[in-house]
């Protein structure tokens, strides 16, 4: 089979005031022009114990960004340019009825330039990414897998970056170990879905605001650190028309070894990743069309810098969602966050920035197919 896909994006001049402080008056402008295509040509085939898929990725895009604090009344014309491109593999093959060996690789290449009044700056980055997996499927109902795969993110530039810190950062790797298991029982009333893992990351890219007081940003490179969890879901058909359903996740990112002129955050937790998540919830739907749900949804301590310093506390929310369905058109009464809990988003950005959490909502949604 052979399948080829072109794209293109193509964003004019934009150019429009943003206040960060959410009041009448922006300090900062957005201006920028942006361009991309991209092509990804695919070849397949298949037979009874073998399967592959093969094929090649590239694009390129030009971004023209004068965007710049109202502070600075001279805002500085840069240019990003770049190129990229990838071939890829991936096979599965049925060693027997039971066990099936998966495996791939991918080849990055990209080179970027970019150019800021008299500094010009170019990167390259190039990277394999292999990927094995010994699938093994017990019966129809129940099958187990482990995985070791490299993941790869390219680096780049970052115009805004504050004067006086790096214009570029560095290519983030890490290798993935992961265990899991999906399994059904009593003829696919319980589903139950299951995974662990471990990431070992090298050059992890985060987000920095290195000046007190000030929301300037910057990108820069962790020199290792370590993603481990656990995630778990499940679906419980209680009776025809009553389904239980609930997931739990536990994710630990830690800087194993991270430093800069401010500090040592060795040991510290990554920004912006809750430490846990879960769901639990019940829905009620019949054959003449009537609907009931019902869900908790709760998110963990969640940090906002690198120091961990600033951080969101641990908080639920619980929505409701009542309704009629029927073929061509669904009507429900909804609620979201019913019980209109607060989770406001404080010190974000260096400690200068509060972001307010949506309120409760109740409202009415129609659906209607043509």
């Given at each position: 089979?052979?399948?080829?896909?072109?794209?293109?994006?193509?964003?004019?001049?934009?150019?429009?005031?943003?206040?960060?402080?959410?009041?009448?008056?922006?300090?900062?402008?957005?201006?920028?022009?942006?361009?991309?295509?991209?092509?990804?040509?695919?070849?397949?085939?298949?037979?009874?114990?073998?399967?592959?898929?093969?094929?090649?990725?590239?694009?390129?895009?030009?971004?023209?960004?004068?965007?710049?604090?109202?502070?600075?009344?001279?805002?500085?014309?840069?240019?990003?340019?770049?190129?990229?491109?990838?071939?890829f593999i991936h096979t599965d093959?049925?060693?027997?009825?039971?066990?099936?060996?998966?495996?791939?690789?991918?080849?990055?290449?990209?080179?970027?330039?970019?150019?800021?009044s008299a500094t010009k700056l170019?990167?390259?980055?190039?990277?394999?990414?292999?990927?094995?997996?010994?699938?093994?499927?017990?019966?129809?109902?129940?099958?187990?897998?482990?995985?070791?795969?490299?993941?790869?993110?390219?680096?780049?530039?970052?115009?805004?970056?504050?004067?006086?810190?790096?214009?570029?950062y560095e290519k983030e790797t890490l290798w993935n170990y992961e265990i899991g298991a999906k399994n059904s029982f009593f003829d696919n009333r319980l589903v139950v879905n299951s995974a662990i893992f471990y990431m070992a990351i090298n050059d992890m890219q985060v987000k920095i605001y290195p000046i007190e007081g000030s929301r300037e940003t910057y990108i820069d490179n962790v020199a290792k650190a370590t993603s481990k969890g656990v995630e778990i879901g499940l679906t419980a058909k209680l009776t025809d028309t009553i389904t239980l359903f609930g997931a739990y996740g536990y994710t630990d990112v830690t800087f194993d070894d991270y430093k800069d002129s401010n500090g040592d955050y060795s040991g510290n937790k990554n920004l912006y990743a809750p430490q846990y998540n879960y769901n639990i919830g019940v829905q009620y739907r019949d054959e003449q069309g009537f609907f009931a749900r019902v869900d908790l949804n709760r998110y963990g301590k969640t940090y906002w810098d690198v120091a961990n310093k600033y951080s969101r506390d641990p908080y639920h929310l619980v929505n409701v969602k009542l309704g009629y369905e029927q073929e061509r058109y669904d009507i429900y009464l909804y609620g979201k966050n019913i019980f209109d809990e607060e989770y406001h988003s404080i010190n974000m950005t260096n400690g200068n920035e509060v972001i307010y959490s949506q309120p409760g909502e109740f409202g009415v949604q129609l659906t209607y197919r043509f």
């Open positions: 089979m052979f399948n080829n896909r072109i794209r293109s994006w193509f964003v004019p001049h934009t150019i429009y005031p943003y206040s960060f402080d959410f009041t009448s008056y922006p300090n900062f402008i957005f201006d920028s022009e942006y361009e991309r295509y991209s092509q990804e040509i695919r070849l397949s085939n298949s037979s009874h114990a073998f399967k592959w898929i093969a094929g090649v990725y590239a694009d390129k895009e030009k971004i023209d960004d004068a965007s710049a604090w109202v502070t600075n009344s001279s805002p500085v014309q840069s240019t990003q340019k770049g190129d990229s491109l990838g071939f093959y049925a060693i027997n009825d039971k066990f099936s060996f998966i495996s791939g690789a991918r080849y990055d290449k990209d080179n970027k330039e970019f150019e800021e170019d990167l390259s980055n190039d990277e394999i990414s292999p990927k094995v997996s010994l699938k093994y499927q017990h019966d129809q109902d129940s099958m187990y897998y482990t995985t070791i795969s490299k993941g790869y993110r390219a680096g780049g530039f970052q115009s805004d970056a504050p004067d006086g810190y790096p214009k570029q």
